[in-house]
């Protein structure tokens, strides 16, 4: 792609590499949910017409740009910027499960969607997340339909996920 | 290109993303130990080009397959990934077990070194957690079980395991009312009774295959331990740490639980 674009789009190249710089400098995490913002809060925290009791906790922001698109979903996010991959060391610390937590005590919370990829490693963060709602007297759900073994939230394609979404199973 | 290698019964141990479609996989298998291959189209997240074939739904741990690849056991490219048998899952709350025994052939098995009994013993493992669906007394002992009979198979194929029967020096059998220390490569030496040791009959027991009790689990755990922190030599184990913060996280989510003026 680089060498395409020096050869015959310069102006584009020169273009793209600013965009890049301005995103590198710029985009930081929303404070509230972690999803990749350039301002403090991301556009879903400060709608203020999202229902702030229905949290949706997803892998990746790829996965919130996903539901945001399968048009169905009025709640607000969390992102946990990976998954629970004990054998790389990544646990609850690097997914912000603390940062979580708080969110949950803050009592707004009512209802959280496990929508992590539906992987082995998905489930088990889909299973410690769950763990941290219950604690809190929360319901708690994970899409189980449409979404195939191994496959990743963003590219199952939207009526898929719409349907994950509206059957949702309660974890016992 | 050269031909695939005869498909091999395996389990994926763990897969890393690589390049911009690629994973490498760790397999451990049945005839060639530990296998580290090059798979295309499979991941990393993110990347878009994840095929939808299946492939990448069958490379998941804890998952019985047949698979093969062409050229080495260590950097060749994986040919074919077929399921073999019905599908398993792990129930969640026994996933952290199962990341644990996955951590412990990556860390301590050799590639390309077959071990069939340990893959058996990996196997029926798998198959105990698999069946250890809630949280209760008998279950929790099933999975202790299963991890210290893996746990004693894996050394005792790397030679790593003395015999658990007999004191180390005099060769004599265990006292069962007698307590006694593991030196790892040495093997159990007798305590001054009144220190505190690890049983001779939980030893016994143990040494015997007999794993179903507390007291001999408990004793079963602390004795392979500590053989295994001298293999590891030094090397943390990740899964360990994980599971400590997981420990952690949902302690302090408890008393905030209970904290909650209104609960
Ligand atoms: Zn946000």
């Known amino acids: 792609m680089a060498f395409q674009l020096l050869e015959r789009r310069r102006d584009g190249a020169h273009e793209l590499a600013v965009a890049l710089s301005a995103a590198l400098e710029d985009v930081g995490h929303c404070s509230r949910c972690r999803m990749l913002t350039d301002g403090d809060l991301c556009p879903v925290c400060a ?7 229905i949290l949706c906790v997803v892998e990746s922001p790829a996965d919130v740009v996903a539901v945001e698109q399968s048009g169905g979903f009025r709640g607000r996010y969390f992102v946990l910027n990976g998954r629970l991959s004990p054998l790389d060391g990544i646990g609850p610390e690097e997914l912000g499960l603390q940062h979580f937590e708080a969110l949950l005590a803050e009592g707004e919370v009512t209802e959280v969607i496990l929508a992590t990829n539906a992987t082995v490693e998905g489930q088990a963060t889909a299973h410690v997340v769950g763990e941290l709602a219950r604690q809190h007297g929360l319901r708690a759900t994970r899409i189980a339909q449409g979404v195939p073994m191994g496959g990743e939230l963003e590219s199952v394609d939207g009526g898929t996920l719409a349907h994950a979404l509206a059957g949702r199973l309660s974890l016992e | 290109m050269s031909a695939p290698s005869a498909p091999v019964a395996a389990y994926v141990l763990h897969l890393r993303a690589f390049r911009e479609s690629g994973a490498i996989v760790d397999f451990f298998t049945r005839d060639h130990g530990r296998v580290s291959v090059f798979a295309h189209g499979v991941g990393p997240s993110g990347s878009g080009k994840r095929p939808r074939n299946g492939t990448a739904g069958l490379l998941q741990p804890f998952t019985s397959l047949l698979v093969s690849w062409r050229g080495a056991a260590d950097g060749g490219q994986l040919a074919v990934v077929e399921a073999a048998g019905p599908p398993r ?25 077959a071990h069939p009994n340990v893959f058996d013993q990996y196997h029926a493992a798998l198959e105990v957690l698999a069946a250890a669906v809630d949280q209760s007394p008998l279950a929790r002992r099933a999975e202790a079980g299963a991890l210290r009979r893996f746990e004693h198979a894996l050394l005792e194929a790397l030679g790593l395991c003395g015999d658990f029967s007999i004191e180390a020096g005099t060769g004599e059998p265990l006292d069962p009312q007698a307590t006694y220390r593991l030196r790892p490569g040495l093997g159990l030496m007798r305590v001054a009774s009144g220190v505190r040791g690890l049983w001779g009959a939980d030893l016994l027991a143990m040494a015997e295959g007999r794993l179903d ?49 209104d609960s």
Do not use: C, H, I, W
């Open chain 1, 47 to 53: 709608d203020p017409r999202r229902d702030a009791a």
């Open chain 2, 89 to 113: 899952t792990l129930p969640p709350a026994r996933l952290m077990s199962g990341f644990y025994l996955n951590e412990l052939l990556l860390k301590l098995m050799a590639r390309d070194d």
């Open chain 2, 213 to 261: 009790e507390d007291a001999v689990l408990a004793t079963a755990r602390l004795a392979l331990r500590e053989l295994l922190d001298a293999a590891l030599d030094g090397r943390p184990l990740l899964t360990r740490q994980v599971a400590r913060g997981v420990a952690n996280v949902m302690q302090s989510s408890r008393r905030a639980g209970r904290d909650k003026p």
